[in-house]
């Protein structure tokens, strides 16, 4: 089991930047995989990008790919979303969740009901 929590949202320009931070404590946090989610005003929550539980495999939603980054520390027991290039539309609430993943250590996860964990989000305002 692992308890989550997110960090270093705030208010950006557009065009601006921002890393976000989900730290994790618990045990074996190496063996869970962890996928970022935001969800604007009156919008579902939708995945954006995952890492394995390994770090070797990455993934990303089509609208994030080249502007935003996500990768882990398992020695620090956190994953970082470095986000580039913002966009007004990139404003919502930003959650990381996990999912033990013991033997399956490059796959992600990209449902939402697929993790079993979730911190209490982040909320990133992107000013026009």
């Known amino acids: 089991q692992v308890q989550l929590e997110e960090s270093g949202g705030g208010l950006v320009q557009a065009g601006g930047s921002r890393r976000l931070s989900c730290a994790a404590s618990g045990r074996m946090f190496s063996s869970y995989a962890v996928g970022w989610f935001r969800q604007a005003p009156g919008k579902e929550r939708e995945f954006v990008a995952g890492?394995?539980?390994?770090?070797?495999?990455?993934y990303y939603i089509e609208s994030v790919k080249g502007r935003f980054t996500t990768a882990r520390d398992n020695a620090k027991n956190t994953v970082y979303l470095q986000m580039n290039s913002l966009k007004p539309e990139d404003a919502a609430v930003y959650y990381c969740?996990?999912?033990?993943?013991?033997?399956?250590?490059?796959?992600?996860?990209?449902?939402?009901?697929?993790?079993?964990?979730w911190g209490q989000g982040t909320q990133v305002t992107v000013s026009s």
């Open positions: 890492v394995s539980s390994s770090g070797d495999m990455t």
């Open positions: 969740a996990a999912r033990f993943l013991l033997f399956r250590s490059s796959h992600i996860p990209k449902e939402r009901d697929e993790y079993n964990y």
